[in-house]
């Protein structure tokens, strides 16, 4: 079954085709008609492959098809004499050195790869549509996977994939890596669209079940690739952290009926060993990352580092809070919420007892800020019925369940409220 | 999809005679390869098993046996974990590591059972009380 050649040539396809877009891009000037070329290799090679066998080298052989046929679809349309020579000259090199194809392919790929990645996350495009094309080109998912895991219909993904590669083409968007200040600009944007797909397999409420780990492993996989692409940065390490750590719990997240589990009442022994190990080895490459830029932690390492607290508690009664305590204020130093607020109140109240966790809490009640978050009562009821103050708990407890729209936390805090007594 | 790809041990391996330069630099190639695509998870080279030990199972009775043992070809001389999206694409990622031995090598690849590959039942139920059991030790 594995031993198919039609499978094998599916695989070999799905492991280059990103390499092959980015590479053609650089000779293209265009993802989309990349895409295509790439597409006609492969079915060059399902042609061919099962005649002649699969050649000793298959990245080399596709990488060098499709840059025929870009050649090819170039002197069709004849573009610009410059650009034809340029792809007329890669070609003659490759040819004149044919034992090492693959060296010669690996010189640049590193540098297509981020040009594609900084491409498909660019700010010119919606949210929606960077998550879309960075799915498709990087991530090798079809129009009808990418609809699946977001519920919307197929046709809407397909338009949103085409419209963001004619935005491409008609702003102009250029084929190259951002320098300088742009750069740490545009590896946010980056970042952001990562942590988006990560985060719609981890959390989404809806959408199909067997889609949701995949979105996770292909972010978690986006991730490791731009971390070996840019090792200098510090946050793409932290971001690679954040993820493995949160999948490292992927399992024991929610129990039977699908209900979500708190991180406390987790069964921690179906935590991935695995993973937590590579997310604190990507920790202290972060760490390291900042001591050579001289730069502080940035909010994804806070965040790992957050994550990592947990981690490495074998029981929950285990866990740092003081240390816990310690990241939340660094990361209201960096960008200053009530939402961490508060949650550096509930790590306060674990460290040192309801009573100090409940004084920040009161604070933070009396700015309006968070008037309308229901998780405010809710922290407040918790440390009351902690200080065995019930009637004022079950009131918290009650007005958290009508703040909040949704019904599975309404019913939380309904029974919540009866607990209290 | 979470594979297990076995290295067998060969002659030399468990003779413990270190690989040559050419394939530790081929082999740290392939390596590099596979982490810049984000696809490997671990791997490591274990030592002959001249250095191991087994323990064999009869009832309750456990006995020690120390290495080295006989059958080479079946034993393991190394593995990488390694993430991918089906069994195809971890064989097209294995037929491009070089040969782990000079008289013939030989990969193994398995794929991981995950938690979620389990059917709700007495042995998951197990599990999870395993876990219980750990919370309430204080």
Not at chain 1, 46 to 62: F, I, T, Y
Not at chain 1, 125 to 132: C, G, K, M
Not at chain 1, 257 to 273: K, P, S, V
Request: hydrophobic fraction near 45%; proline fraction near 5%.
């Amino acid at each position: 079954m594995a031993t198919d050649p039609h499978r094998a040539i599916v695989a070999v396809f799905n492991i280059e085709r990103p390499k092959l877009i980015a590479s053609l891009t650089r000779i293209t000037r265009d993802v989309g008609v990349s895409e295509e070329l790439a597409q006609d290799a492969f079915a060059t090679a399902l042609e061919e492959w099962p005649k002649s066998g699969v050649p000793s080298n298959p990245a080399a052989w596709l990488m060098l098809t499709a840059k025929r046929k870009a050649l090819d679809a170039h002197r069709r349309k004849q573009l610009a004499a410059k650009k034809y020579d340029e792809l007329g000259r890669e070609l003659r090199e490759e040819e004149n050195t044919p034992p090492d194809l693959d060296a010669a392919l690996d010189d640049d790929i590193g540098d297509d790869m981020l040009r594609l990645i900084f491409t498909a996350c660019h700010p010119v495009l919606s949210p929606e549509a960077r998550v879309a094309l960075t799915l498709r080109l990087l991530g090798g998912l079809t129009t009808d996977e990418i609809a699946r895991a977001f519920i919307v219909p197929e046709p809407t993904v397909a338009q949103r994939i085409v419209r963001a590669k004619k935005t491409l083409t008609e702003k102009e968007v250029v084929y190259e890596v951002p320098h300088g200040e742009e750069l740490s600009e545009r590896l946010v944007t980056v970042f952001e669209v990562i942590y988006l797909i990560f985060n719609e397999g981890y959390a989404a409420t809806s959408g199909e079940n067997w889609m949701r780990p995949q979105l996770c492993e292909e972010a978690l996989r986006l991730g490791r690739v731009l971390a070996e692409l840019a090792p200098y940065e510090p946050e793409i390490h932290g971001l690679v952290a954040l993820i493995e750590l949160q999948m490292s719990r992927f399992a024991a997240r929610v129990d039977t009926n699908g209900e979500a589990i708190l991180l406390l009442d987790q069964n921690r022994t179906h935590w991935d060993r695995l993973l937590i190990r590579r997310g604190l080895q990507a920790i202290a490459r972060a760490h390291d990352a900042c001591a050579k830029l001289s730069r502080l932690p940035g909010t994804y390492l806070l965040q790992a580092e957050l994550a990592a607290c947990h981690a490495r508690a074998n029981r929950p009664e285990d866990t740092d809070w003081a240390k816990i305590v310690g990241i939340y204020g660094a990361l209201s130093a960096l960008s200053p919420s009530p939402i961490i607020e508060l949650n550096r109140a509930v790590a306060i109240g674990m460290l040192m007892g309801p009573q100090a966790g409940l004084e920040i809490v009161d604070a933070l009640a009396k700015e309006h800020t968070l008037k309308n978050y229901y998780l405010l009562p809710a922290v407040r009821g918790d440390l009351l019925a902690k200080l065995n103050r019930k009637n004022e708990a079950r009131k918290e407890f009650e007005r958290a369940a009508e703040m909040t729209q949704n019904e599975k936390e309404r019913a939380v805090m309904r029974k919540r409220a009866r607990e209290a007594g | 999809m979470r594979f297990m790809v076995i290295v067998k041990a060969s002659k030399d391996s468990e003779a413990g005679v270190m690989p040559s330069q050419e394939l530790l630099i081929a082999m740290g190639k392939f390596n590099e390869e596979m982490v810049k695509a984000g696809i490997m998870l671990a791997g490591d080279g274990l030592q002959s098993s001249a250095k191991g030990a087994r323990i064999k199972f009869e009832g309750d009775k456990r006995t020690v046996v120390d290495g080295p043992f006989a059958e080479t070809k079946e034993l393991v001389a190394g593995f990488w974990m390694i993430q991918v999206k089906s069994l195809a694409e971890a064989i097209e990622w294995m037929k491009r590591c070089p040969n782990p031995h000079n008289d013939g090598g030989e990969l193994e690849i398995r794929q991981v059972f995950e938690l979620s590959d389990f059917e709700p039942g007495e042995g998951i139920r197990i599990h999870e009380k395993v876990g219980e059991e750990m919370k309430k030790q204080k």
